[in-house]
């Protein structure tokens, strides 16, 4: 055979047109109702598509051990990527300006555990007495007011809410500790995140070339644009979130001072932390505030907490964020709890942490590759769930924002 007639390797990789010629068909495919064989045509599709997720979800349990510090050094990224770029273009060297980065987020994290270890030292004798004498009120108000329970009676109802809060204690040590269940995995898991931060921070867009390279060549321009177009939805999402947490936290930390409920700064802290699970972080730290004010305090105390719980979070939430982030971040409600529950489900507290911006993050990289607009440049033009690129800005700032 020639070399003009022996086909090329290449030949063997390029599409050809489908034939139809081959379709075989019978009686019995002429019986079945057209709506049937297109319910059926989607049926499969989508069964192949859940297989695919089930199996990458399965993939990434067994693999959490380098998930999960993966996802925390990027979600940390994303946190300090605005300042790390404030001090590139004010001329900071690069390893300057990551070195000021890790080390003031050090120091502050270091600074806030200080301040709780020192007030819980403080005040946790006096919390304790008090939940105690709190506990006997109760139970003494049970047997002589108006419900005249009995012993019997508010044992077993004591037995059964150990019992509840056992569980979900369970639940949450088994979902904090999804990254490890010894203390050597916790460090190491934190130890593999500080190195994962540093690269990110030092020479993201060298890792992203490299990656970028995986791709097929003609898909390159797609998956460039949609990981930049995600990356800076999640730099907008941890700036969001960054901000929800500060003024939660100084918020509800401020009043519970003010209203003279212990640990006011373990719970500032908690607050801080527990919003960056949008709504549903929120919701449970600022119970937990009311909670301690109700036993320690009392009941007008705790209806005092509950109303500066409920106040900052409608100020932070209806004026604050809108004025200082204008439509830089819309986020559904239902879409916000839907996904945080999901996540909560399938991989617990760590779970429930990156569940909304994985899910931004594959929203706006998926309507930016169908709506074609990574071939303009332009913002993808679709009612997004996740609406966090302001489609005024231009292509170039999103390059600024992107490690790639």
Known sequence: MSDEQRPRLRDLFRPRPESTDRTVTTEADDAVPIGLRVTAAYAWRLLLI??????????????????????????????????????????????????????????????????VIWQVRAQLPDVQERSSQA?????????????????SQIQGYIDQGLEIVNEQTQ?????????????????????????????????????????????????????DAAASNGFATIVNYARTQLL????????????????????????????????FVPIVGAVV????????????????????MLAVVLGVQQLEGHI????????????????????????????????????????AFVTVAAVTVSTGSWRTGEQPDADLIWSTVPRERRRRDR??????
């Open 50 to 115: 859940a297989a695919v997720v089930a199996g990458i979800i399965w993939l990434v349990i067994e693999l959490k051990l380098l998930v999960i510090p993966l996802m925390v050094g990027i979600l940390i990224t994303a946190l300090l990527w605005p300042a790390l770029q404030w001090m590139l273009r004010h001329r900071f060297p690069r390893w300057l300006a990551v070195a000021i980065s890790i080390i003031s987020t050090l120091a502050i994290v270091s600074l806030l555990l200080w301040l």
């Open 135 to 151: 506990v006997a009120e109760f139970r003494t108000f049970l047997l002589e007011g108006p419900l005249h329970l009995s012993d």
């Open 171 to 223: 639940a949450l040590l088994n979902g904090a500790l999804a990254v490890g269940t010894t203390a050597a995995h916790v460090v190491t898991g934190a130890v593999l995140s500080l190195f994962i931060l540093i690269c990110l921070l030092a020479d993201g867009r060298g890792i992203w070339r490299w990656t970028l390279r995986l791709f097929p060549r003609a898909a390159r321009p797609a998956a």
């Open 244 to 275: 929800v947490a500060a003024i939660d936290a100084v918020g509800i930390g401020v009043g519970a001072a003010l209203l003279g409920v212990p640990l006011a700064i373990p719970v500032a802290v908690l607050v801080f932390l527990g919003s």
């Open 285 to 304: 730290t600022g119970a937990i505030a009311v909670l301690l004010a109700l036993v320690y305090n009392g009941p007008w105390i705790a209806l005092a």
């Open 320 to 359: 604050l964020q809108p004025i200082l982030m204008g439509s830089a971040v819309k986020v559904h409600p239902l879409a916000v709890v839907l996904v945080v529950a999901g996540g909560y489900m399938v991989g617990g507290v760590p779970g429930a942490l990156f569940a909304v911006p994985l899910a």
């Open 399 to 404: 390059w600024a924002q992107s490690p790639a």
